[in-house]
């Protein structure tokens, strides 16, 4: 089987208030304009971006239990964003907590990226809205120097009507916690068992166990023990991607030569047993996921409730944008995806975004490729918008010079206008600016850096 080459996480910055759903923690959400599929950009960009080679993936997997489409392929969108070569396999894996299981599996046999995205609803007031979390994460898996190597998988399969929900809800439904801890209880303590037995071991060092069922996650360290530290996914249940962003969780603080247990029961239970290598300390991600929990900016319920289609409000009096269409898009892909300029071959000039004569020398069709997805930038100048169209005014744009050459005007993602100033350094975040008629209009956005956490993303 294929080794663990490297891992990165995603949790969004804003944060419902505790008292608001009545908890004791803060819940994370994601933005108006992040997805499933702008989630797993965010985790697979940063995992990229702590490559020292470029990315190598033959195959690119996407496990969501909430996709952005039906009938199409959400991973080509990912597939687009990473500017992956066109000859890489993408394919979704959806419907389930169970997902991103099948994802690692299917990476496991001829290695690949699986990346995961899931954003959480609840109704108002509920377990879901209440232990539930919106996140991204990715894992690359191949041949070559690991940080991990996978020692065994283990699966079980049993139908039970413990979580559902219909294609056309929004928010899923559960039968008594009980019914499903009993059941899910004897399936994690024969899987455990089988997953060690395969890996030849009496035990394992970590012990980490993801489940919808709250009983599960409750009471996992009664179920299956560890040495070092028996735990669940940080969130709380954060669908497709709570196995990964649990499994980050640990390789985050486990040392040289540990094992990991990690457990999964949706719909059965699946276990996979790693052994972490000398590799993984010089090769966790740039920012833990305990760093990314304590982190974070509070948002109003109504405001979130709105964000989620559970609350109306009246948005701005101004007229709604059209639908973007399908030859455009498809004629700009690389821009509009992978935000891709042009670079002119004569004089070096950046065009973002590209054309075919340059605007400094005038020369026509001598160009190449100049990707800009992956690099920093200054603000040199902005303003903020109160009155143009959007379901969370107001509006920041930005004009951005890039290092290395280019410049060009951008919406600001998770704005906050009081911190912004000229000068500011940014970086770009792959959205959503807005849906109509069906379709949903990806782009990239500005994301400002804070202060101290800029690192070198130019690999990328």
């Known amino acids: 089987m294929s080794g663990l080459l490297a891992y990165a996480t995603y949790l969004p910055v804003h944060r419902l208030d505790p008292s608001d759903i009545g908890i004791r923690g803060s819940r994370v959400v994601a933005s108006f304009d992040e997805d499933s599929t702008t989630l797993a950009v965010a985790a697979a960009t940063a995992l990229r971006s702590g490559l ?13 239990a909430t996709p952005a489409y039906a009938d199409k392929t959400n991973a080509a969108a990912i597939h687009a964003a990473l500017r992956l070569p066109a000859d890489t396999f993408a394919a979704d894996l959806v419907g389930s907590g169970r997902s991103p299981v099948a994802a690692l599996r299917a990476a496991l046999a001829g290695g690949g990226l699986v990346v995961a995205g899931d954003v959480r609803v609840g109704k108002p007031g509920s377990v879901d809205e209440k232990t539930g979390g919106d996140a991204g994460a990715a894992v690359l898996l191949g041949d070559g120097p690991a940080i991990a190597e996978v020692l065994a998988v283990v699966a079980a399969t049993e139908e039970l009507l413990d979580r559902w929900r219909l294609p056309t809800s929004l928010t899923a439904e559960q039968w008594e916690e009980r019914f499903g801890f009993e059941r899910y209880a004897a399936l994690v303590r024969a899987t455990a068992g089988r997953a060690l037995a395969a890996a030849g071991l009496e035990e394992a060092d970590h012990v980490v166990l993801t489940s919808p069922n709250q009983g599960v996650a409750k009471r996992g360290g ?110 700009g892909v690389d821009w509009k995806f992978g935000f891709t300029g042009s670079r002119c071959t004569a004089c070096g000039f950046v065009h973002l975004p590209p054309t075919r004569v340059c605007r400094a020398c005038d020369v026509a069709d001598a160009m190449e490729p100049a990707p800009a997805s992956g690099l920093h930038g200054t603000v040199t100048t902005y303003t903020v918008d109160r009155l143009a169209y959007s379901p969370s005014p107001p509006v920041v744009d930005v004009v951005v010079d890039f290092d290395g050459g280019g410049r060009c005007s951008l919406e600001v993602a998770d704005a906050d206008s009081e911190a912004l100033a000229v000068g500011s350094r940014v970086d770009l975040s792959f959205r959503r600016l807005f849906t109509a008629g069906g379709v949903h209009n990806y782009f990239w956005k500005a994301r400002l850096v804070p202060d101290g956490d800029e690192s070198d993303r130019s690999r990328a």
């Open 222 to 331: 009664s179920l299956v023990k560890g040495l070092l530290s028996t735990g669940t996914s940080p969130l709380g249940f954060s669908g497709a991607t709570d196995p990964l962003l649990a499994l980050a969780a640990v390789l985050d603080e486990a040392g040289p030569g540990e094992t990991v247990l990690l457990l999964s029961a949706v719909d059965g239970c699946d276990a996979v047993v790693l052994r972490t290598t000398d590799l993984l300390p010089g090769r966790r991600q740039a920012r833990s996921v305990a760093v990314q929990l304590a982190g974070g900016r509070t948002v109003d319920y109504p405001t979130y409730l709105s964000w989620r289609g559970l609350l109306e409000r009246e948005l701005p009096r101004r007229p709604e944008p059209d639908r973007p269409a399908g030859p455009p898009s498809a004629r």
């Open 52 to 64: 020292a080679e470029p990315m190598a993936a033959g195959s690119l997997f996407f496990a969501t």
